[in-house]
């Protein structure tokens, strides 16, 4: 199956930008998709496959794709921005079949 | 709104079968575009996508779980299922229902999750 990796974590001072990245072979022909996760919550999608903010999601998180790796960036990062975030694409062994990436902590500082 | 609750027991002995159910409301199971979604999280660990059942009725599991997972669908109920069977504390998770987006190519709902303890 396919890997989608992530930096562990990350920190950004507030106000600051902030770009986690997600490379796996996979994302050179499957859409990706990402999730922020505070604790104790479920996961809840910021960014679609087509690159489009779900209503209520902030629009300084945007995301982009290049290659084999899709990028998820938040400008002016705010204190409630602190969280996981994991992409998700399909996987290549399977059209069918999905992955998760293995997780961006990001802090803000 | 489209809002999912899984449910089921919190605790289940190893070798057993784990069963968990998600109830959707404000959409149908019945109509296509989306694929209703099991995915876990061990403590402490990133997320796992367990498998989907698609209103057709196909199915699609992670391999590393297709010789234990099932995923059914009663539409009269609007509730999808998991059962996941010989479970062992490496099944311990919380597990979450979610809806595939076959349109946005995303999970757009999830459930609140629900914690799985396997143990004796």
């Known amino acids: 199956s396919s890997e989608l990796t992530q930096d562990p974590a990350v920190s950004v001072a507030l106000g600051q930008t902030v770009r986690i990245t997600c490379q796996g072979d996979?994302?050179?022909?499957?859409?990706a998709s990402w999730y922020q996760q505070k604790p104790g919550q479920a996961p809840v999608v910021v960014i679609d496959g087509k690159k489009n903010r779900p209503s209520g999601i902030p629009d300084r998180i945007s995301g982009s794709r290049s290659g084999n790796t899709a990028s998820l960036t938040i400008t002016g990062a705010q204190a409630e921005d602190e969280a996981d975030y994991y992409c998700?694409?399909?996987?290549?062994?399977?059209?069918?079949?999905?992955?998760f990436g293995t997780g961006t902590k990001v802090t803000v500082l | 709104q489209v809002q999912l609750q899984e449910s089921g027991p919190g605790l289940v002995k190893p070798s057993q079968t784990l069963s968990l159910t998600c109830t959707v409301s404000?959409?149908?199971?019945?109509?296509?575009?989306?694929?209703w979604t099991w995915i876990r999280q061990h403590p402490g660990k990133g997320l796992e996508w367990i498998g989907y059942i698609y209103y057709s009725g196909s199915t699609y599991y992670t391999p590393s779980l297709q010789s234990r997972v099932t995923i059914s669908v009663d539409t009269s109920q609007n509730q999808f299922s998991l059962k996941l069977s010989s479970v062992t504390a490496a099944d311990t998770a919380v597990y979450y229902c979610a809806r595939g987006n076959n349109g946005d190519y995303c999970f757009d709902c999830w459930g609140q999750g629900t914690l799985v303890t396997v143990s004796s």
């Open positions: 998700s694409s399909r996987d290549n062994s399977g059209k069918h079949n999905y992955v």
């Open positions: 996979t994302l050179r022909s499957n859409y």
């Open positions: 404000g959409a149908s199971l019945s109509r296509g575009g989306y694929y």
